[in-house]
Each structure stands twice: as structure tokens, then as C-alpha cells.
Nanobody, 124 residues
Framework: QVQLVESGGGLVQAGASLRLSCAAS????????MGWFRQVPGKEREFVAA????????RYTDSVKGRFTISRDNAKNMVYLQMNNLKPEDTAVYYC?????????????????WGQGTQVTVSS
């Protein structure tokens, strides 16, 4: 079992930056690839970014490439999502997730554990 707790969301203006954090506890953190997803009401959970267990490989959805950066610190059991140049369309609840297959997956159903989410609201 892995417990995930996100933090760092908030209300910002377009063009601003936020850094989301996800604290993991339970089983060995480095045994999992990690992902960030987001969801708005009435829509499916959307893949944002993923990072390999070592941090050596990353993957992003096209809409955030060049603006968002995923990273992890295995010594601290943390994963981060640095979000720059935020846009109103980035408004969503952001979730971190853990994947025991160690692959950089982009489908929500393939992830094993989820946090409770943190709200990000970007005003125009």
C-alpha cells in the first residue's frame, strides 16, 4: 500500500507559476513510477506527466510541454510538478499517482494508488 498526499495548489493569475508536491508513504517509493493527472468536472481524468522510478525518464502531454516539469526526490519520498506560464485551461484538480509497473503510463486506470487531489485555479 502507498499513501499519497498532494499539496501546493491554489488560485493564481495567468502567466504565474505553481509547484505541486506529492508526499508518499508506505512501500518503497523508488519501486514506483509516478504520474500527475488532472480532472475538471464532467470530464475524464487527463494525463499530465510521468516520471520513471529513477527520475531519468519523463513524459508529458503535449499541452504542457515546455511549461511543466515533473521531478522526484527518492530520498524524501517526494514527487513534484513545477508549472510555469499557467493558463486558464490548466484549471483542474491535480492528482498524483503511483504505478508499480515502472512504465511511463498515460492511462489513469493503469495506476495503482492515488492521492486526494489539490485544486489549481488559473484566472485570466
Amino acid at each position: 500500500q502507498v499513501q499519497l498526499v498532494e499539496s501546493g495548489g491554489g488560485l493564481v493569475q495567468a502567466g504565474a507559476s505553481l509547484r505541486l508536491s506529492c508526499a508518499a508513504s508506505g512501500r518503497t517509493f523508488s519501486n514506483y513510477a509516478m504520474g500527475w493527472f488532472r480532472q475538471v468536472p464532467g470530464k475524464e481524468r487527463e494525463f499530465v506527466a510521468a516520471i520513471s522510478w529513477s527520475g531519468g525518464s519523463t513524459r508529458y502531454t503535449d499541452s504542457v510541454k515546455g511549461r511543466f516539469t515533473i521531478s522526484r526526490d527518492n530520498a524524501k519520498n517526494m514527487v513534484y510538478l513545477q508549472m510555469n506560464n499557467l493558463k486558464p485551461e490548466d484549471t483542474a484538480v491535480y492528482y498524483c499517482a503511483a504505478d508499480s509497473t515502472l512504465e511511463l503510463l498515460d492511462r489513469a486506470y493503469e495506476y495503482d494508488y492515488w492521492g486526494q487531489g489539490t485544486q489549481v485555479t488559473v484566472s485570466s
